[in-house]
């Protein structure tokens, strides 16, 4: 018992460099919903850093910052989206603000029976003979659907935080995309060119979180991979194909486990096998790549 306590105080503590999301301001609130870098968590307020924008140093309390790595809080940092943005409750909002005497708890339970928004979001790509390396993203706003820029090129222009970080960039084609979640994708593979003169396919990895619109390497895979395509079962990522630009022998498949990182990629056939089994195997266990396989059939 003791123990569950001690992991979950850990997981709401902040320590510096953590990516949060500013919420719930009644002053400045034109900072809600706005992603962050803590600079110094020691203090009763937090000094943090806007990772967009103006960059701007801002004195937060801890209650209105949710951390992107848990969670529980992109849960609630979600449902608070829905709260103030989503058009049902914006109309209604009011009134349900005064039935409920100004208890926000309440509001947000009437929150979480309504589905986020889907954003659509297009990544880097090819067009008249060039690559094209702006991301952008669409939404719904009060004119209709309007694209918004999320990375580019162009002297201060908008940047993905962390980009500089991720091996071979996060400007590529040809790669797979996994969404994995409440906001965020596995990027894998591809090439920085058109695949009939480029000399470089890539076997790096990286985690987008859409949310606070930053980048974070992952582990490499052990071959480059172009082409290929993937999924997300069970809290893991496979990615199938595209090893055609490697020598014969690179495993058809490889996985990497989103809770055990440091592992790193697995070709597939190396991974044990799935506790318990079924009647189709007589009691035996089933070898994984053939559960995979189905998921793709």
Request: glycine share 14%; hydrophobic share 40%; proline share 6%.
């Amino acid at each position: 018992m003791t123990e569950s306590l001690l992991s979950r105080f850990d997981s709401l503590a902040l320590t510096e460099n953590d990516l949060v999301v500013i919420v719930g301001l009644e002053f400045s609130r034109q900072h809600n919903f706005e992603p962050a870098r803590v600079l110094d968590s020691s203090g009763e307020r937090l000094k943090v850093q806007l990772l967009h924008g103006s960059r701007k140093g801002l004195s937060i309390r801890r209650g209105n910052l949710l951390k992107m790595s848990r969670a529980q809080d992109r849960t609630a940092l979600l449902t608070r989206i829905v709260w103030e943005r989503q058009l049902e409750l914006r109309v209604a909002r009011a009134f349900l603000v005064e039935k409920f005497h100004g208890e926000e708890g309440l509001a947000l339970e009437v929150a979480k029976h309504f589905s986020p928004r889907e954003t659509l979001a297009l990544t880097s790509g090819y067009s008249l003979g060039r690559m094209v390396p702006e991301w952008s993203a669409v939404g719904i706003e009060r004119g209709g659907l309007v694209w918004r820029p999320l990375h580019g090129r162009a002297p201060g222009g908008p940047r993905v935080h962390g980009a500089d970080r991720v091996p071979d960039g996060i400007v590529r084609i040809d790669c797979a995309v996994v969404s994995v979640g409440a906001g965020r994708f596995v990027v894998a593979g591809g090439c920085d060119d058109h695949p009939g003169r480029t000399s470089r396919f890539f076997a790096s990895a990286f985690e987008y979180d859409a949310i606070a619109r930053a980048a974070a390497p992952l582990p490499a895979m052990p071959t480059a991979r172009h082409g290929c395509g993937g999924a997300h079962i069970d809290g893991k990522v496979y990615i199938v194909g595209g090893t055609y630009v490697q020598p014969d022998g690179a495993a058809d498949a490889v996985v990497l486990d989103l809770g055990a990182r440091g592992g790193g990629w697995q070709p597939l056939e190396d991974l044990p096998p799935r506790a318990g089994g079924g009647p189709s195997s007589g009691g035996q266990l089933e070898e994984p790549s053939r559960n995979l396989l189905g998921a793709f059939s």
